[in-house]
T-cell receptor, first 115, second 111 residues
Framework: DSGVTQTPKHLITATGQRVTLRCSPR?????VYWYQQSLDQGLQFLIQ???????AKGNILERFSAQQFPDLHSELNLSSLELGDSALYFC??????????????FGPGTRLTVT | GESVGLHLPTLSVQEGDNSIINCAYS??????FIWYKQESGKGPQFIID?????DKRQGQRVTVLLNKTVKHLSLQIAATQPGDSAVYFC??????????FGAGTRLFVKA
């Protein structure tokens, strides 16, 4: 158990809908990261937050948005869903060091299926 | 663009043999590298890391080698076991706190 929790575990929704994925980081970690992993693919970095502020952005679509709240939990909002958005969405947390993000701890993921 | 890639997408080894998983990176400014293991249905899990001021680091049954001259990273697993079957990702920390993951290598361990 990494200490990172994600809800829900599974999500099935229709095209055009909007969903919210939730992540609670490991106790003490200030940074949260979101990744998308399609079937048998690598990890696509979406976005990173540090102590409530956006720190780094990857290939995140404009239909997707995220935020980190004062209690450090984070939510990833996916809107106008398309079939191609079906994937595993992972949240990770870490406490960044002076020059790098440090070791990231990954949650169990949310499997999103868009029908 | 900048990327981290892997030479072999799939590796099959006999139980008890040593495994070597390779990774190439393109950002010469990257100074921190990590290997993660992802078992089926689970999130990636940290295995070992190395900083750019080192060329070798050992853990329990695993060794990471870094060759900055050719921008190459490798993960060696000694006495590979069935439980080592998974997808292995290398990751680099570039400047600006950006972490880039490689495409992944699937390791199959034959009994």
């Amino acid at each position: 158990d990494s200490g990172v929790t994600q809800t829900p575990k599974h999500l099935i929704t229709a095209t055009g809908q909007r969903v919210t994925l939730r992540c609670s980081p490991r106790s003490g970690d200030l940074s949260v990261y979101w990744y998308q992993q399609s079937l048998d693919q690598g990890l696509q970095f979406l976005i990173q937050y540090y102590n409530g502020e956006e720190r780094a952005k990857g290939n995140i679509l404009e239909r997707f948005s995220a935020q980190q709240f004062p209690d450090l939990h984070s939510e990833l909002n996916l809107s106008s869903l398309e079939l191609g958005d079906s994937a595993l969405y992972f949240c990770a947390s870490s406490t960044p060091r002076y020059r790098d993000n440090g070791q990231q701890y990954f949650g169990p993921g949310t499997r999103l299926t868009v029908t | 663009g900048e990327s981290v890639g892997l030479h072999l997408p799939t590796l099959s080894v006999q139980e008890g043999d040593n495994s070597i998983i390779n990774c190439a990176y393109s950002n010469s400014a990257s100074d921190y590298f990590i290997w993660y293991k992802q078992e089926s249905g689970k999130g990636p899990q940290f295995i070992i890391d190395i900083r750019s001021n080192m060329d070798k680091r050992q853990g329990q049954r695993v060794t990471v080698l870094l060759n900055k001259t050719v921008k190459h990273l490798s993960l060696q697993i000694a006495a590979t076991q069935p439980g080592d079957s998974a997808v292995y990702f290398c990751a680099e920390n570039t400047g600006g706190f950006k972490t880039i993951f490689g495409a992944g290598t699937r390791l199959f361990v034959k009994a």
